[in-house]
């Protein structure tokens, strides 16, 4: 069974600073999705990867996919107050027609 | 184009009642799946729509099933409702599937007392 594990599971951090979430997953897939989740809100999607190698940006957010590590990374640059929420990322196994999803991280920016 | 809607927005319900909750995805999807949120199990896959047809299911009890209409729309049925129920149901569709990207609906909260 596909187990998909992100880390950190909380995250604080001041503003105007890096980091990074992390997502692995078990089994080889080379779909990956990052989704958003505000506070009692629905999923917003983020990127969609879909190869070895793919590297996807908006605004302070990038997302990367290595599939031979079954790794894939979110990089926060210069965090600000508004990417507080909570990140999730999904992988997709071809022929199964569902999303196994992280547990998700939740990031707090302090101001 | 509109997004995906669900119906209700917000449920409660008593333990032993049943509830179906509503799914329409973007004009054009022919996938729709449901997934159950709590804070404990988090995001889980309950099952996948495409055609009318069921083509996958997640580890739920047989409470728990679903159906598509030949317009897409969706709706998933709870029987015999138990307080760990409780959650925020989503749906979501896609073109043909996962190997496409999911556009999730705000989901249907349901409360089981």
């Known amino acids: 069974e596909l187990k998909v594990e992100q880390n950190p599971l909380f995250l604080s951090m001041q503003e105007g600073k890096n980091y990074t979430i992390y997502c692995n997953y078990s089994?080889?897939?080379?779909?990956l999705y990052w989704y958003r989740q505000d506070p009692g809100k629905s999923l917003e999607s983020l990127f969609v990867?879909?190869?070895?190698?793919a590297v996807k940006q908006e605004g302070r957010l990038m997302a990367s996919l290595d599939t031979k590590a079954r790794l894939s990374t979110l990089h926060i640059t210069a965090a600000v107050h508004d990417l507080s929420a909570t990140y999730f990322c999904?992988?997709?196994?071809?022929?199964?027609?569902?999303?196994?999803f992280g547990t998700g991280t939740r990031l707090k920016v302090l101001a | 184009k509109a997004g995906v809607t669900q119906t209700p927005r917000y449920l409660i319900k008593t333990r032993g009642q049943q509830v179906t909750l509503s799914c329409s995805p973007i004009s054009g999807h022919r996938s729709v799946s449901w997934y159950q949120q709590t804070p404990g199990q988090g995001l889980q896959f309950l099952f996948e729509y495409f055609s009318e047809t069921q083509r996958n299911k997640g580890n739920f009890p047989g409470r728990f099933s679903g159906r598509q209409f030949s317009n897409s729309r969706s709706e998933m049925n709870v029987s015999t409702l138990e307080l760990g129920d409780s959650a925020l149901y989503l749906c979501a569709s896609s073109f043909q599937g996962t190997v496409y990207e999911q556009y999730f609906g705000p989901g249907t909260r349901l409360t089981v007392t």
């Open positions: 990867l879909l190869s070895n190698g």
């Open positions: 089994t080889t897939s080379d779909r």
């Open positions: 999904a992988v997709d196994t071809s022929g199964t027609y569902k999303y196994i």
